[in-house]
């Protein structure tokens, strides 16, 4: 059965070192109001204070964060920027694959700005071969 579609999200945020003051604050204060201005109810907050280019098996926060994901209740995942993930690509990408194929969206653009979500993404694409 899949899971319904909520405005729920986890919200992760991450610093490499201890000595990145404020680090945490900015990110937070970034993605609550990020939240805000879509409606999002974040439901559960994860601070990771470690290398994004760590191992999995050593960021016990993160995967926490990814299976708290996996929840019924939660459809998004918030983060600052896509460094925040994980600095492997091709590790990056097969996560985004299983919380895309738990129906949960990975924001990670809120640094950059409004950008379309995959679904708007597609939904232009389709509108414009219909167009054709």
Same mark, same amino acid.
């Given at each position: 059965?899949?899971? /319904?579609?909520? %405005?729920? =999200?986890?919200?992760?945020? %991450?610093?490499?070192?201890? &000595?990145?003051? &404020? ?13 805000? /201005?879509? /409606? ?11 290398? &994004?280019?760590?191992?999995? @098996? ?5 995967? @926490? =964060? +990814? ?5 019924? $209740? ?7 920027? @896509? $460094?925040?993930?994980?600095? $492997? @690509? $091709? +590790? ?26 995959? &679904?708007?993404? +597609?939904?232009? +694409? ?7």
């Amino acid at each position: 059965m899949r899971k /319904k579609k909520t %405005r729920n =999200a986890v919200a992760f945020v %991450r610093r490499s070192n201890s &000595g990145q003051h &404020g680090s945490f604050d900015r990110q937070i204060s970034v993605i609550t109001e990020y939240a805000k /201005k879509h /409606k999002l109810h974040i439901v559960e907050w994860f601070k990771e204070t470690s290398s &994004g280019g760590a191992p999995l @098996a050593v960021r016990g926060v993160f995967r @926490a =964060a +990814l299976r708290r994901c996996l929840c019924d $209740d939660v459809s998004f995942l918030l983060m600052e920027d @896509a $460094d925040r993930f994980a600095r $492997d @690509a $091709d +590790l990056a990408w097969r996560l985004r694959f299983i919380l895309r194929s738990a129906r949960v969206e990975v924001i990670d653009h809120i640094l950059c700005g409004e950008t379309p979500s995959t &679904g708007e993404l +597609l939904s232009e +694409l389709k509108k414009r071969r219909t167009q054709r």
